[in-house]
């Protein structure tokens, strides 16, 4: 009897137990489902709120710094006026974990639109896809004038730390995000010209005078520096390789002017006593190429040194159109030079004539002649030799 209530005892503690465990089981995944159905609640609201039109009423330029963290990002939104709730941008970027959508806030310059929603804004700061700017450097400029440039340029930020040397960054237009630094630019213009160098410096004329790269760009910034007509860049690059070859001094006025300004604009024609001044890069002073370039060339000028023009030019002078014409004999070079230097007499008298209305006189025909004669580009007698030929000035000074 003992036993009997013994095993009843001991059924009823199981069944105990059973709802028990039940009951507890019941218990928490009620609290799970109303933990989810709350979750699927919030997430409805949110989805509804983050795809409403926002709160610009124009568009507007954010700029997210580099190493911005998530919230920082949210509350320079709201602080800007680009979402209404820096919580509900939280919020949104939490629904889409649950979702399963990946992708980081991206550092950057962005418009945003104007109404633009959550939703959108979280969409364009995950694209990437930032404003782009861009900083132009045009081809001869000198080193000193691209850093000038680098330095007056708004949106690149950093001190210049880097110097460069003459002639080893590559002119072109470079674009950029904001907050890029000045040093970053001058390294991609310095990897761009090496790039270039690389593949073209094995496709370079056999016979060329000159057995370096360094060598290359030196002839290339003067070639540069006398036609900015691209067509004319490879007959201009044969003029002086042509002339390195018989030992004929290039004779190019660009050198006198680097000489005197080291890269900066001369400002005014170029001085007979400055012709006759001995600087490292005078090359009407000595043989040869000068130590260094004088500004940096662009892709046309390299490549027109390493594949010039085939032809026997050893001169030429302005034609007075923007061009130039050759001449592969002192004779012809000659009359070309009386050509130009009628030419410019010709166009000063109608200037005169436009601003005063009157006729120039012989006198002043002759001085207008004498002043608009490039120091370089004098008549040779007969007892001249051709090593002794100026090149009349090409153009000027840009």
Known sequence: MSTNRKAGRENEGRRKRKSSVVRMFLSVFGTFTTIGLLAVAVAVFVLGQISERGPLNAEHRVVIPVGTGTRDIAAMLEKEGVVHSSELFLAALAVDRLRGVRGHLKAGEYAIPQGASIRDVIS?????????????????????????????????????????????????????????????????????????????????????????????????????????VPEERPRVAAVFINRLKKGIRLQSDPTIIYGITKGKPLGRPIRKSEIETKTPWNTYRFKGLPPTPIANPGRDAIAAVLNPAKTDDLYFVADGTGGHVFAATLEEHNRNVRKWRKHMAMRAARLEKEVTGSIPTKEKRKQVNSDTANAGAQEINGKATAEKVPLPRARPER
């Open 124 to 228: 364009i700061l995950r694209s990437g896809k930032a404003i782009v700017h861009k900083v132009t450097i045009p081809e001869g400029f000198s080193v000193v004038q691209v850093l000038e440039r680098l330095r007056r340029h708004p949106e690149l930020t950093g001190e210049i730390t880097i110097q460069p040397e003459e002639g080893s960054l590559l002119p072109d237009t470079y674009v950029f995000q904001r907050g890029e630094t000045r040093d970053s630019i001058i390294r991609r213009m310095q990897e761009a010209q090496k790039r270039l160098l690389d593949e073209l410096w094995p496709k370079r004329a056999a016979d060329l005078p000159f057995t370096t790269r360094r060598e290359a760009i030196i002839l290339a910034s003067i070639v540069e520096k006398e036609t900015s």
